[in-house]
């Protein structure tokens, strides 16, 4: 096992050394003349997905999203309770849909899940694999160094399967250290590949700043997560600026709404929040 650590640890270093800003930054902006696609993080309606699956899949559809991403996930055989990735994207291609995203725990990411998670997500036909959150190794500058350094082994793995591995915004990623946010930190020592999915409720939340940081890390979010935040609604000269960045420098390919109702129940948040973003001409 420990030799086998070494290679895995090895081969990622290999690869994200040969990484260069340049090619990561061409790769990101060649988005920024195409239109923007809308997905839903499910988690938005978790309610409606645990008790039908099915179901829920059909009615996001019929809302008219064009993707959805997933949550949760651990790097299983399953990758949503008794579903597994084969029966999934049956369901996402009769509904027309894509797979976006998949929010994962950074054990998928480990030496002994890694070729499952790649496979599942081949099935799926997904290329963001996104940690979903990591408030224990985002409290120091050391912790926050060892979770770039699995982002970038990770990404760097990735990238013959032609997916990328990013991170996603919480509040608690924005809290100071030495002056800096710890979602700074964190990008500035992170590879130019890893995607910086910056979730704008979440940020403003937390006290961050999620224009600052697009503009510090341009061609780096090619999924964002839009969610409105107390009078910064889609309509406001806030998240006009927020869209303007997402297209032009960032290399955004999907906006993904995350609002719903208390405990993930209903579609009217959803529906609603969808309808806004068309009539902006999203």
């Known amino acids: 096992m420990e030799s086998s650590r070494r290679r895995f640890i090895q081969t990622g270093l ?36 645990e008790r039908d699956v099915p179901g829920t899949l059909k009615k996001v559809a019929e809302l ?10 651990k790097g299983t055989t399953n990758v949503y309770k008794d579903y597994d990735a084969e029966q999934l994207r049956k369901l996402l291609d009769d509904n027309g849909l894509k797979c976006c995203g998949m929010h994962l725990m950074v054990e998928a990411l480990s030496i002994d899940c890694f070729m499952k998670t790649v496979e599942n997500n081949k099935i799926l036909g997904n290329s963001y694999l996104i940690v979903a959150a990591a408030s224990d190794l985002m409290k120091t500058e050391e912790s926050i160094k ?53 979730d704008v409720g979440n940020c403003l939340s937390g006290g ?24 910064k609604t889609f ?6 600026q927020v869209f303007k960045l997402c297209e032009t420098s960032c290399g955004t390919r999907w906006y993904i709404v995350e609002m719903g109702g208390d405990e993930g129940l209903g579609f009217d948040i959803p529906q609603k929040a969808l309808g806004d973003l068309r009539k902006l001409g999203k």
């Open 64 to 73: 008219g999203y064009e993707g959805v991403e997933f949550w949760g996930y």
């Open 14 to 49: 290999a690869l994200t050394a040969g990484c260069t800003t340049l090619s990561g930054l061409k790769d990101s902006y060649a988005a920024d003349t195409e239109k923007r696609s809308i997905g839903l993080q499910l988690y938005a309606v978790r309610g409606e997905f």
């Open 208 to 231: 961050g700043d999620p224009l600052a940081m697009l503009k510090k890390f341009p061609g780096r979010t090619q999924t964002i997560h839009v969610k409105e935040y107390e009078d």
């Open 146 to 198: 060892s979770l770039a350094a699995i982002l970038n082994r990770a990404s760097g793995l990735c990238r013959r399967h032609k997916m990328k591995v990013g991170y996603h915004a919480h509040g608690f990623d924005f809290e100071k250290i030495d002056g800096k946010f710890a979602w700074e930190i964190l990008f500035s020592q992170a590879g130019p590949d890893v995607v910086m999915q910056m």
């Open 235 to 240: 309509d406001s000269d806030y998240y006009s």
